[in-house]
Nanobody, 120 residues
Framework: QVQLVESGGGLVQAGGSLRLSCSAS????????MAWYRQGPGKQREWVAS??????TNCADSVKGRFTISRDNANKVILQMNSLKPEDTAVYYC???????????????WGQGTQVTVSS
């Protein structure tokens, strides 16, 4: 009933930029926090950045100053990635806390992931 669809991944050289988008669709009453996570080759999934419904943001130290998270509207989150490094290579996942009806609770939803590859 709820889908998160990411786009914008690809192959880029070190120092380049990419812009990831994630749109939520389906039966949505409201969305609370939205976030990006990533999982590099042979690594565990890690948190990258998050943004509240009010627009407050936070990001991991490893990407601070290079990545920016924003919300284009209530249902869409953007991750602008600049000065990319080979160690940023990973599958990037969108995450959101979504309530599907007024009397419901916030469930945790994930996108299918988008590959980002940074060549040296």
């Amino acid at each position: 009933q709820v889908q998160l669809v990411e786009s914008g991944g690809g192959l880029v050289q070190a120092g380049g930029s990419l812009r990831l988008s994630c749109s939520a669709s389906g039966t949505i009453f409201s969305i609370n926090d939205m976030a990006w996570y990533r999982q590099g080759p042979g690594k565990q999934r890690e948190w990258v950045a998050s943004i509240t419904s009010g627009g407050s943001t936070n990001c991991a130290d490893s990407v601070k100053g290079r990545f920016t998270i924003s919300r284009d509207n209530a249902n869409k989150v953007i991750l602008q990635m600049n000065s990319l490094k080979p160690e940023d290579t990973a599958v990037y996942y969108c995450n959101a806390e979504i309530k599907t009806r007024y009397w419901g609770y916030f469930g945790n939803y994930w996108g299918q992931g988008t590959q980002v590859t940074v060549s040296s």
